[in-house]
């Protein structure tokens, strides 16, 4: 392998860029770091622009398949002095390398092409208003997972393709149908044209999920940790249930709760 351009000045416009990235100023870019997310990337096929490693990472031996896999995929690779990677990264203990590139085309006629799917569950993620990315990217992954046709984020919560949702989401946001930054009117309207029960999951409900037919179209509607869905948008939605706990237990977390829901959704699908 040839020997890699090098950046050793922090200042360089390629690291401004990338940082900019980092920090949630561009919408049209993703900041992918690891080796783990940086495969999902490549096996996913995003568009990569710029490809950033460790002066450590670069020397390993066992690094060499996959920067050979960069050198195919993206059009520019840079080494920089660890000193230097350590200004762009976004984890304390970061694995040596980084990846730009653009956000996946996901969007409402994705999910809406999913529905008609036999592979899929008849079933989109409403996410009310969530604000830890870490628990958005989970429910992510879980919702992979269990195969939904898609996942819609509503205004007001963090961003999906923020790098602790991707690192949550451990390469779901690059292969799920997303439709972010959603009113949830609209939303709900959408669902409605579409057949879909709109169901609101929470606390309030008597109606456990095990006793609902999951297999009908449904947007399932999950509000955030801290702030639950309120009596507003409760009065929009046509049914709701809940997960029964044990007294003293307020709630769950949220990827869990997806979880619980989903996989009976799954189970349901399978078993009728």
Not at 132 to 156: D, F, H, M, Y
Not at 225 to 231: C, N, P, Q, Y
Not at 233 to 245: A, G, L, T, V, W
Request: proline share 4%; aromatic share 4%; charged share 25%.
């Amino acid at each position: 392998m040839d020997d890699l351009p090098q950046i050793t000045s922090r200042d360089n416009q390629r690291l401004v860029q990338a940082r900019k990235v980092r920090d949630g100023h561009t919408t049209t870019a993703l900041f992918v770091e690891g080796k783990r997310l940086t495969l999902e990337a490549l096996r996913t096929r995003l568009s990569i622009s710029t490809c950033f490693v460790s002066e450590r990472f670069a020397v390993r031996s066992e690094n060499s398949e996959i920067l050979m896999d960069l050198e195919g995929s993206s059009q520019t690779i840079f080494e920089l002095p660890d000193r230097v990677f350590r200004t762009v990264a976004a984890t304390e203990n970061s694995q040596g390398v980084i990846v730009i590139a653009e956000r996946p085309a996901n969007s409402v006629e994705a999910i809406e092409n999913n529905l008609g799917s036999k592979d899929k569950l008849p079933t989109v993620l409403l996410m009310l208003r969530v604000n830890n990315p870490s628990n958005l990217g989970a429910v992510l992954r879980t919702a992979e997972a269990a195969g939904v046709a898609g996942v819609i984020i509503t205004k007001q919560s963090t961003d999906v393709f923020s790098p602790r949702a991707i690192r949550a989401s451990m390469g779901a946001v690059f292969r799920i149908p997303i439709w972010p930054e959603v009113d949830f009117e609209q939303a709900v309207d959408w669902a409605e044209q579409l057949g879909l029960q709109s169901t609101a999951i929470g606390t309030a409900s008597q109606n456990s999920y095990v006793n609902a037919d999951l297999r009908i179209p449904r947007l399932l509607i999950f509000g955030s940790e801290a702030h639950g869905i309120g009596r507003e948008e409760m009065d929009r939605i046509n049914e709701s249930m809940c997960i029964p706990m044990e007294g003293g237990v307020e709630s769950l977390n949220l990827a869990v709760a997806a979880a619980i829901v989903l996989f009976e959704a799954k189970r349901q699908q399978s078993v009728n």
